[in-house]
C-alpha cells in the first residue's frame, strides 16, 4: 500500500514538473512570436514612412519642374514618385498625365512646323532649318512609337549631305539679307511716320534718379502671321526691354529674388498680381495709361514687319536669343528689332493681358525663356500660367496707351 501511494506521489510530481517547463517553453514561444511581429511592424512603418519620403521628395521635385515648364523632367520625376510607397499618389499621376500632354503637344507642334518647312525646302540651308526642328522636336523626350521627327530629321540630313539645291543657294543669301533689310527700312519708315513734335519714335520716362524706362512707337498696320493677319488700328507704345530688377526696385522698393541677383536681368518670381500693382504705381507716377499688352499687341510689335518666324529671320543662334541656357542675362543684351525691341525672343516669357477663355485664372505668357527650345521662342507661340504662379523664367514689358 505505501509503495503504491509512493509510486503515485512520485508520478504527480512528474507531471507536475513537466507541465512547469511546458508553460515555460510555451512562453518562451510567444514571446519569440511578438518580438517578431514588433520587429515586423517597426520595419514596415519605417519602409512606409520611407516611401512616403521618397514620394514627398520626388513629387516636390516634379513641382519645381512645372513651374520651369520643363515637362520632360515632370514625367521623370512624377514616375519615380509613383514607384514609391505612399498611401496616396493621386497628385503624381496627375502630374504625370498633365507632363505627357504637354510635351505631346510641343511635339506635335514642333513636328508639324518641321513637316511644313520641309514641303518648301529647296536648298541646304532649307533643310538645316528642317533639321532644327526636328532635334527640337526629338530634344523633348516625348515618346513617339512611329518616330516620326527621327525619319524627317535622317531625310534632312541626307538632303544636306547630297547637296539639294545647291545651284538656288548661290543668290539666296543675298537675296534674303536684301529681303530682311527691305522689311527692316519699311518698318522704321512706318514708324517715322506714325511719329510727329508731340509723339517720339521712342521716349524715355524716368523712375529714379538715373533709372529710366525706354519705350518705343508702334505703328498702326498689318502683318503677314502665318495663318492669320495682324491688325493694329492705333499707335502704342511698348518697352524696348523686359521690365528690370533695377526698375522694380526702383518703384516697388524690393527685388522679388535673392539680394545676389543681377539688378539689370529682367525681373521674375512676380505673380500677376504684383504686376497688376506695380503697373498702378507706375501710373501713379508717370500720370500715364500703362498696362501688360494683349497677345496681338505683343506679337504685332516683336514682328516689326516680318512675317518670319523671329524678327531677323526663319532660324535662331546664339548670338541673337538667350535659349537653352541656365539663366536669364541683362534686358539690355542681344540686338533689337527694327521698332528697338530687344529680347522679344527668349530670356523669360512675358505676361500679356488676356486671360485663357476656359480657365480665368490663367494669363497667355508669349516669348519663351531661357531654357527653352527655339520653337517656343517663335512669335506666335504662346503658352497660359496662373495667375498666382511666381516662376524664375516668367516677367513683363509695359505698354503706355497713345491718347488721340
Not at 514641303?119 to 532635334?135: L, N, S
Amino acid at each position: 500500500m505505501r509503495n503504491a501511494v509512493g509510486r503515485a506521489n512520485a508520478q504527480v510530481q512528474s507531471i507536475n514538473k513537466n507541465t512547469g517547463r511546458g508553460d515555460l517553453l510555451f512562453r518562451c514561444k510567444l514571446l519569440v512570436i511578438a518580438i517578431a511581429l514588433l520587429v515586423f511592424c517597426v520595419t514596415t512603418i519605417a519602409a512606409e514612412s520611407g516611401g512616403q519620403d521618397e514620394y514627398d521628395a520626388a513629387l516636390g521635385q516634379a513641382l519645381a519642374a512645372k513651374l520651369e515648364q520643363n515637362w520632360a523632367e515632370v514625367v521623370t520625376h512624377s514616375t519615380i514618385a509613383l514607384k514609391a510607397k505612399s498611401a496616396d499618389q493621386s497628385a503624381a499621376r496627375h502630374l504625370l498625365s498633365e507632363a505627357r500632354q504637354h510635351l505631346k503637344a510641343t511635339y506635335d507642334a514642333m513636328l508639324t512646323t518641321a513637316q511644313e518647312l520641309s514641303a518648301k525646302a529647296k536648298t541646304p540651308e532649307d533643310w538645316g532649318i528642317v533639321a532644327d526642328h526636328c532635334r527640337d522636336a526629338i530634344a523633348t523626350k516625348y515618346p513617339d512609337e512611329e518616330h516620326r521627327a527621327a525619319t524627317l530629321l535622317k531625310q534632312a540630313l541626307q538632303a544636306i549631305t547630297s547637296g539639294e539645291g545647291n545651284a538656288a543657294t548661290a543668290t539666296r543669301p543675298v537675296a534674303a539679307a536684301d529681303f530682311r533689310q527691305s522689311n527692316h527700312d519699311a518698318a522704321q519708315a512706318r514708324q517715322k511716320a506714325a511719329s510727329g513734335p508731340t509723339r517720339p519714335a521712342s521716349m524715355q520716362i524716368p523712375l529714379a534718379r538715373g533709372i529710366f524706362m525706354a519705350f518705343s512707337l508702334i505703328p498702326p498696320g498689318s502683318v503677314d502671321a502665318g495663318k492669320s493677319t495682324l491688325a493694329v488700328r492705333k499707335p502704342y507704345y511698348l518697352g524696348q526691354e523686359e521690365v528690370s530688377n533695377r526698375q522694380w526696385q526702383a518703384i516697388m522698393g524690393d527685388v522679388p529674388q535673392s539680394a545676389n541677383i543681377d539688378l539689370d536681368a529682367p525681373v521674375a518670381k512676380v505673380t500677376v498680381g504684383q504686376v497688376k500693382t506695380f503697373l498702378i504705381k507706375l501710373s501713379e507716377i508717370t500720370k500715364l495709361s500703362t498696362r501688360l499688352p494683349t497677345p496681338e499687341e505683343w506679337e504685332y510689335a516683336s514682328r516689326a514687319g516680318t512675317s518670319t518666324p523671329y524678327y531677323f529671320g526663319a532660324a535662331l543662334k546664339p548670338e541673337l536669343a538667350n535659349y537653352r541656357e541656365s539663366q536669364p542675362v541683362s534686358v539690355h543684351e542681344y540686338p533689337p528689332n527694327a521698332w528697338g525691341l530687344r529680347n522679344t525672343h527668349g530670356n523669360v516669357w512675358e505676361f500679356c493681358e488676356e486671360v485663357t477663355a476656359s480657365n480665368p485664372e490663367h494669363h497667355v505668357v508669349k516669348g519663351g525663356a531661357f531654357r527653352n527650345p527655339p520653337i517656343w521662342l517663335a512669335n506666335s507661340y504662346f503658352m497660359h500660367k496662373r495667375d498666382t504662379e511666381a516662376a524664375n523664367n516668367t516677367g513683363f514689358r509695359i505698354l503706355i496707351e497713345v491718347t488721340e
